[in-house]
């Protein structure tokens, strides 16, 4: 089987029902990073921290995954699909991928202050102030955030240079260290955009633009494999 690599971004969430974080009523919106998604946040607010992934958490219990979701976990019948995501919301496994790699994190997932490697399923949607680690520590949401390097860049570039196919979806392409991967893909491996906003200035060889939501774009890509 051919090896079908899939970058995936806020953009085949947000047709879920997912609010994203860089568009003009994103979720940058009302908090600013400074406040919510860094360390030095966490520090001087948890509370506040707490609550902001709490409502996300929320959300995703209420939303379900889409056409394009669906349409990528049905191409394991034909192809290696291995999705690297930029998303910390669980809508591909939920439509039946089986191999998916998180960037940054997991919303459904906690972790120790103090040891890294203690990381728990939550159970429900709700982290309290005061729920703790076996080591006593309390629990913290098993997300990178700005400021805090990237584990699994390694592997997701492993995995890029391997690549029969790439196929980007609903990224922006400016968030690092992911928009990085772009950088070790083969220049001789077909490449394929998936974005309604996408600019025509890329620098990938190979590169087919396809200027379509996610549920309407993955349709048509799949025509043309």
């Known amino acids: 089987m051919k090896k079908l690599v ?7 969430s947000q047709e879920s029902g997912i609010q994203t974080f860089r568009d003009a009523d994103g979720l940058w919106h009302d908090h600013r990073i ?8 966490w520090e ?3 509370h506040l921290v707490l609550d902001f992934y709490n409502l996300r ?10 056409e394009a979701h669906i349409a990528l976990a049905k191409l394991e019948k034909t192809y290696e699909v291995q999705i690297i995501t930029q998303n910390v919301d669980d809508l591909h496994e939920r439509a039946g991928s089986t191999r998916v790699l998180h960037l ?3 919303l459904k997932k906690v972790r120790s202050t103090i040891d890294k490697s203690l990381v728990y399923t939550l159970e429900g ?14 629990l913290r949401p098993h997300i990178v955030w700005f400021g805090e390097p990237v584990p699994n860049i390694i592997d997701a570039t492993s995995m890029v240079r391997r690549a029969d196919i790439l196929l980007i979806i609903g990224t922006s392409l ?17 490449k394929y955009l998936i974005d309604p906003k996408a600019e025509s200035q890329y620098y990938l060889q190979n590169l087919t633009i396809i200027r379509e939501k996610a549920t ?7 025509d043309l494999l």
């Not at 899939?6 to 085949?12: K, N, R, S």
């Not at 400074?34 to 946040?41: K, Y």
């Open 6 to 12: 899939v970058l995936t971004g806020a953009g085949i």
């Open 34 to 41: 400074e406040d919510v998604a860094c360390p030095e946040a």
């Open 44 to 46: 001087r607010n948890p």
């Open 57 to 66: 958490r929320k959300q995703l219990y209420e939303v379900e995954p889409n």
């Open 104 to 106: 940054h994190g997991e």
């Open 125 to 138: 949607w709700e982290l309290k102030f005061g729920d703790l680690c076996e080591k006593g520590s309390q």
């Open 174 to 190: 400016k968030v690092y260290p992911a928009a990085g991967l772009l950088n070790y893909v083969p220049s001789a491996v077909p």
């Open 216 to 222: 309407v774009g993955v349709g048509k890509f799949i």
